[in-house]
T-cell receptor
């Protein structure tokens, strides 16, 4: 069984640029969630994708967008990067079966630095 | 809005000691609660999941309890080891928000 993988591991971007982060779900999972973790803080929910549609969103602006593909892999896109976007971005996959959410499994994260 | 608080923020104990980490949440309408471990700069490793209908879960030296009505959970670590040193995060899945809400974590250091 393959766990959750993320790419790239590290990324350095300049303010104003755009970035795409990628995530491959654990085998058998149908839901992907993205979280942002600033240094010394707990992760903050960005959004969740289920059946290729956004299924919930946290308090993040529209310049944070995502996609889920038929194979349940996912992308997080961030436009017009700001210095405060520097963080560890975590992807989590789970098997969602109404009405109860199941255990979420996290990937190793992508460390994004915006200069 | 769900808020999760973890106390203490940091804890240092000698090897072999039993310890308790605390987590509290403001909205008792949760589906489940998860405890995670995070090593520096790494992703999250799920330790225990407690469904809202359960009172506790055990895995090896770890035991987590849940008192939903009072909005509290504890993670008990028995016979701590230096390898247990990490940040421990508590998170609740609230039904209305369909998201995990995390505390800021407890940074644990076990001294040899």
């Amino acid at each position: 069984e393959t766990g959750v993988t993320q790419s790239p591991t590290h990324l350095i971007k300049t303010r104003g640029q755009q970035v795409t982060l990628r995530c491959s779900s654990q085998s058998g999972h149908n839901t992907v969630s993205w979280y942002q973790q600033a240094l010394g803080q707990g992760p903050q929910f960005i959004f969740q994708y289920y059946r290729e549609e956004e299924n919930g969103r946290g308090n993040f602006p529209p310049r944070f967008s995502g996609l889920q593909f038929p194979n349940y892999s996912s992308e997080l896109n961030v436009n017009a990067l700001e210095l405060d976007d520097s963080a560890l971005y975590l992807c989590a996959s789970s098997f969602f079966r109404e009405p109860y959410p199941q255990e979420q499994y996290f990937g190793p994260g992508t460390r994004l630095t915006v200069t | 809005k769900q808020e999760v608080t973890q106390i203490p923020a940091a804890l240092s104990v000698p090897e072999g000691e039993n310890l308790v980490l605390n987590c509290s949440f403001t909205d008792s309408a949760i589906y489940n609660l998860q405890w995670f471990r995070q090593d520096p700069g790494k992703g999250l490793t799920s330790l225990l999941l407690i469904q809202s209908s359960q009172r506790e879960q055990t895995s090896g030296r770890l035991n987590a309890s849940l008192d939903k009505s009072s909005g509290r959970s504890t993670l008990y670590i028995a016979a701590s080891q230096p390898g247990d040193s990490a940040t421990y995060l508590c998170a609740v899945f609230s039904g209305s928000a369909r998201q995990l809400t995390f505390g800021s974590g407890t940074q644990l250091t076990v001294l040899p």
